[in-house]
């Protein structure tokens, strides 16, 4: 019974939250501006109702899923009876009408907790904060509700629903799409702690404190997500990618990368008092390209109703452009630069490359709008502006983990480099001698991999001298060396790309296929014959193929070929067999005979493309690094990716 009513109740609680929203948003900014306590609690209490209402309006998405309610056009277009539970259950984010009700109910949650979590603290920013916030889920609810309707109904009510495509039937669907919305939607409160600062003039610690710790619980969201992301490319894609730079990838890609920066950045201005206007325009951006990631995922770069959200950017940039200008005095750095030979330019270095990648990224989404092409920017120009670009990131993040604050002496800074250079350089020559690399973007990688690594290991011996000596040893410190052990990582098996093996073979039943995989050994698999099974909603060409490696037994990869009923579309499902250091990745290409649904081949002849990608799983491993290490880095409170907290910092320098 109330499974039937909530689809009618979610509809009525999202029309309810939009004037809520609104009138919460002019009780904050009153109250703040005349000082009305009652006014600003009536805005807080505001913000938590205004969450019940869209988590009512989501759990109505999800009961029409669940119900079948094929009157509702966005049930009726990806949803069908023979749909699994919970692919129904993710149909909230499936499609962009879903998705939009999701970024709201996923920013009304965050900004719940952080009313509720500074209910006692912040108290001068706090209004400023709610009113923004609330200012932002007016938009998005009204985007809900005006043009993009999750709860529309058709004149017709068709008897079964068009079905969810089948790339989207893969678990990475369940959780890739609500992680990247998490984490999206978390940059909007760092944002409303810097919007508050600029309306109220308190640029102290404080708001920038507030603001990290709420950047690094997006930033680490949305590195999950991105990680998700590439590994269900990897696995469903059927051609052995994970990264293909579209317009998807390139959005969530933007404000990772400015928030990366930004967390980089805080440093300096918790330690020095440097850098703060750079900050400040950090934040925003960060903000506004979560906004445009989040349109250019669920409606392309050309939908008109990017227009609506291009206008809520310009806006939100024009505003906070003026309270810069109007706050400027109160943004001058404290200190300036005293050396070039120092950490906080170390800093400011790894920014501007990082925003010369972002500049590169946006670009290239945007080239085919700007000149009103057809066409999209091909990878390889991603490739050869990102790949140099990357190795810079590399090589800058180990020399800021050998220099000092302030500045080191070329002595000091030659005792500390010689052992992470000697370490690259040996790195990379013994790929060269012993593995017969090549490629000189990969041994560059590892080379400058190498260096970074030992790099940071005589930080971390200074770091354990200076803690034996009575000196204090921030946990921060602890989550940003893992954070950046896991890039180093993820980097390294990027570079396995260039080593890849791949072979493409016709069998039969009984025959086999040889292919060496660059690490030194050859993989034997013999096909052992295909077989038919009706799963739900499709039908499954499944071939098994025993693998041997040198000649020793490894077990049994499966690759198979799907048709789905609804909608009618032929699928590929790779069978991968990874190890700590490879992948051995299996397509069934094509069959040698056209089969229809519930048919089996008679002659059971199939092409297979097989590939041995070398390193891939230290993409994921680095990425579980990665989110480890920013975990540890907001348990501890301190800096994101830190070299101890700003205070001792400071009694380091003085």
Known sequence: ?????????????????????????????????????????????????????????????????????????????????????????????????????????SLGFFSSVAVWFNRRRNRALMPWVSGVLLVVLAFWIAMSLFVSPPFETVAFTPRDGQGLSPRLQSYWMTVQPPTLYLGLAAFAVPFAFAVAALLTGRLDPRWLQAARNWALIGWCLLTLGIVFGMRWAYEESGWDGYWFWTPMENGSLLPWILATAFLHSVMVQEARGMLKLWNMALVILTFVTAVFATFVTRFGLGDPVNSLALGFMAATAMICLLLILWRLPLLKSDRRFESFLSRELAFLLNNLVLLGAAIAVLGGALFPLLTESNGS????????????????????????????????????????????????????????????????????????????????????????????????????????????????????????????????????????????????????????????????????????????????????????????????????????????????????????????????PEHQQATFQVMVNPLVPWIWYGGLLIVVGSLIALWSGGPAFGQGSAAGVERGIS
């Open 377 to 600: 920017v091909a990878p390889p120009f991603f490739s050869q502006v990102n790949i140099p670009i990357g190795l810079a990131l590399l090589a800058i993040m180990g020399m800021g983990s050998v220099v000092a604050w302030r500045r080191s002496s070329a002595r000091s800074l030659t005792k500390d480099l010689w052992l992470p250079v000697a370490v690259g350089a040996g790195t990379g020559g013994l790929l060269y001698v012993l593995l017969g690399v090549r490629h000189i973007y990969a041994l560059l990688t590892f080379a400058l991999g190498g260096f970074v690594l030992a790099a940071m290991g005589v930080e971390f011996w200074k770091g354990t001298r200076a803690r034996t000596q009575g000196e204090g040893h921030h946990r921060g410190r602890w989550g940003g060396w893992i954070v950046h052990v896991g890039v180093v990582v993820m980097f390294m098996g990027f570079a396995g790309a260039a080593s890849v093996t791949e072979v493409r073979e016709t069998l039969d039943p009984g025959e086999s296929v040889s292919i060496d995989s660059p690490l030194g050994h050859t993989y034997t698999l013999t096909y052992d014959g295909l077989s038919t099974a009706q799963g739900l909603g499709m039908w499954q060409w499944i071939a098994l193929m025993r693998v041997e490696r040198n000649g020793v037994f490894q077990g049994v990869v499966a690759t198979e070929q799907r048709m789905y009923e609804l909608p009618p579309q032929p699928r590929t499902e790779v069978g991968i067999r990874s190890t700590v250091v490879e992948d051995l990745y299996v397509v069934l290409a094509s069959l040698d005979e056209q089969v229809g649904m519930g048919t089996e």
């Open 1 to 105: 019974m109330v499974l039937g009513v909530l689809p009618e109740l979610g509809e009525f609680a999202l029309w309810i939250a939009l004037p809520i929203a609104i009138w919460g948003g002019v009780l904050a900014f009153l109250g703040g501006g005349r000082g009305r306590g009652d006014m600003v609690l009536s805005a807080e209490r505001s913000v938590h109702a205004v969450f019940i209402l869209l988590a009512v309006a989501s759990a109505g998405i999800v009961a029409a899923f669940l119900g079948d309610r094929f009157e509702y056009w966005y049930v009726a277009n990806y949803s069908s009876r023979n749909l699994e539970t919970h692919f129904k259950v993710s149909g909230l984010w499936a499609g962009q009408r879903g998705s939009l009700l999701f970024w709201a109910l």
